[in-house]
């Protein structure tokens, strides 16, 4: 049985929600009540059914309307997809990854033939049916890279190896927890990680580094990241703050369970074979609080991993505004009863 | 985190003479005496082989007699960065293996040079850099892309789309530009004062 791709928005008049389905499956990323910064990275294994780790590459009910919607983004600001001259390499490492792994786990939706280098690629819930020629870029309406990641959920950064530390030469970011990439590209490391608090003097940066640098072909690996986003917005990028800051002043005790979400990176790490480059997937999930609350137990712990976070983390996640208002909310679904270890509901 | 202990940001160090066949100083403003301090250790026959970039800026012509005292192979003086651009450019082309760079002067210089540099292939080891006189910031707005050049002020007016910017201490080399945020987009109506803080 195929997915059942919905028809919505992430802008407008926001008419993104989860189905029960789509909650259940929901990467909660707290396994404790508490939060802070670690290195928290797992080799990428494909999970459970019906959970988003089933497959390398998780498709799911929003894939068609994310897909339109970095569409738009990307017809109003080209520069949200970019790709220094020395990554072409890895944006057709990028594409073969994405394509065959879709291809072998969605094979009702996806499918790809290779005959050598002439490639056929059909996407039926994007209607995309595509032959070119693996490594010619010019029979392709966009480069490698940008091509494959307009038809895969989640933003991509590519990262050139070299001088022991990783470079962000190219990367498609449409679905941002307040980063640019136009700012960003070309930085090491360290300097694109400049402005997060605590991790750097906590080692977490170095450490990461030195783990990623030896990644092998064929072992990805992968961590979470969250923050919070007020309406189901993709697209809370830098470039746009002007026009969605505002949303954040829009919270209430009554409209809560439906403007404030969740939002969790699923963030993945492979090493490309014939470009030595990293690729650095980072797929968004968005969870609103009444969808959250219908767990018990995500409900009890989100509200004191809320109430507890380091005021630096709050502050570094923009939720200053609104943290209290949100805090108050969810205490009334937590009766204090401990929490089972884990992620996953009760 | 404060700016110093920003990672992005770049270190810069102090002149020094380095071994090589040709010597090539770029600098503004206050920069010129970060060469007078160079050429206190420099060897005898350092500056026969130097040719120096110098726009004056808001220094006028306090250093240029100086300067022209060390009888550099050849003296350019510059009426702003963009006017010695295209010669900085060629000076780059034209440029053999064992040429040492030499950049002094304010940040805004320093990254544009070094943008230059980039460009043309210079490699990053061979460049010296010092940071001296004004601390006004290239700043770059997140949303309209445009840069505002000679920031003093937290927060700063955007002189494109004219949008009120804080000035953050996130740098980026390839733009040679700090960034710059909407200060007040979650309320349009909150409007900071304005302070003079990198001078
Ligand atoms: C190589 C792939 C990676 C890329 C491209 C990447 C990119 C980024 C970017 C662009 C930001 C936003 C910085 C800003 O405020 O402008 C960020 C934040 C962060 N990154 Fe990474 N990152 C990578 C790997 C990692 C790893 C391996 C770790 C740790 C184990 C890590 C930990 C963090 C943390 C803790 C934050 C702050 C997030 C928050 O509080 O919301 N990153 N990363």
């Keep these: 049985m195929g997915i059942n791709f919905k028809q919505e928005t992430f802008r407008d008049d926001f008419s993104f929600r989860n189905s029960p389905e789509q909650v259940r499956r929901f990467p909660f990323p707290f396994h404790e009540d508490g939060y802070m910064y670690s290195v928290n990275i797992e080799p990428h294994v ?93 029979t ?72 990623l640098m030896a990644l092998q072909q064929g072992q990805p690996a992968r961590r979470h990241n969250w923050t919070m986003t007020i309406n189901p917005r993709l697209d809370t990028s830098p470039e746009n703050y002007h026009k969605w800051g505002t949303d954040r002043t829009t919270v209430t005790p009554e409209n809560v369970g439906d403007k404030v979400h969740l939002r969790v990176e699923i963030q993945m790490f492979f090493r490309l074979p014939r470009s030595n480059a990293l690729l650095f997937p980072i797929r968004c999930y968005l969870i609103k609080m009444d969808e959250l609350v219908t767990s018990p137990k995500w409900a009890r712990r989100f509200h004191r991993v809320l109430r507890d976070l380091p005021p630096e983390l709050a502050e570094y996640k923009g939720l200053v505004r609104y943290r209290p208002t949100v805090v108050e909310w969810l205490s009334k679904y937590d009766d204090g009863a401990p929490t089972s270890p884990g992620f996953g509901p009760d | 985190m404060s700016a110093a202990s920003m990672l ?17 100083l770029v600098a503004d403003a206050e920069g010129a005496a970060a060469i007078l301090d ?73 990254g544009q040079v070094m943008q230059v540099a980039a460009e043309a292939g210079v490699d990053h080891a061979s460049i010296q850099t010092e940071q001296r006189g004004s601390l006004a910031r290239r700043v770059q707005c997140v949303h309209c ?3 505002t050049e000679n920031v003093t002020t937290q927060p700063v007016k955007c002189s494109h789309c004219g949008l009120l910017l804080l000035v953050r201490d996130h740098y980026s080399r390839r733009y040679a530009a700090f960034q710059g945020v909407c200060i007040n987009a979650e309320d349009p109506t909150d409007i900071p004062p304005t302070e003079e803080i990198f001078r």
């Design chain 2, 145 to 147: 892309k445009g840069i």
């Design chain 1, 46 to 138: 494909p999970g459970a059914k019906n959970t988003v780790f089933e497959h390398l590459f998780d498709v799911d009910e929003h894939y068609v309307s994310e897909m339109h919607d970095r569409a738009l983004v990307l017809a109003e600001d080209p520069l949200r997809c970019q790709s220094l001259p020395h990554m072409t390499l890895a944006g057709w490492d990028t594409l073969e990854l994405l394509m065959t792994e879709k291809a072998k786990s969605y094979p009702e939706h996806f499918s790809l033939t290779r005959d050598g280098d002439k490639w056929h690629w059909v996407n039926r819930p994007l209607g995309i049916d595509d032959r070119f020629t693996f490594g010619d870029t010019s």
């Design chain 2, 8 to 24: 992005s940001r770049p270190v810069y160090g102090t002149l020094s003479p380095q071994a090589g066949k040709h010597h090539l």
């Design chain 2, 38 to 110: 160079l050429a206190k250790n420099a060897p005898a026959d350092f500056f026969a082989k130097a040719h120096i970039i110098y726009i004056p800026g808001a220094s006028g012509p306090e250093y240029i007699d100086a300067l022209k005292a060390l009888n550099p192979e050849r003296f350019y003086e510059g009426p702003s960065f963009a006017a010695a651009l295209p010669r900085l450019r060629q000076t780059f082309d034209a440029a053999h293996m064992g040429t040492r760079l030499y950049i002094a002067g304010s940040e805004g210089l320093i």
């Design chain 1, 140 to 211: 392709l309406p966009y480069d490698p890279l940008e091509y494959i990641t307009r038809q895969s959920q989640g933003d991509f950064a590519v990262l050139d190896q070299r001088d022991g530390n990783l470079w962000m030469d190219a990367g498609i970011v449409t679905t941002q927890a307040d980063w640019s990439l136009d700012f960003d590209i070309g930085m090491n490391f360290f300097e694109w990680h400049a402005p997060v608090p605590l991790a750097h003097e906590m080692g977490v940066f170095k450490r990461a580094l030195k783990f």
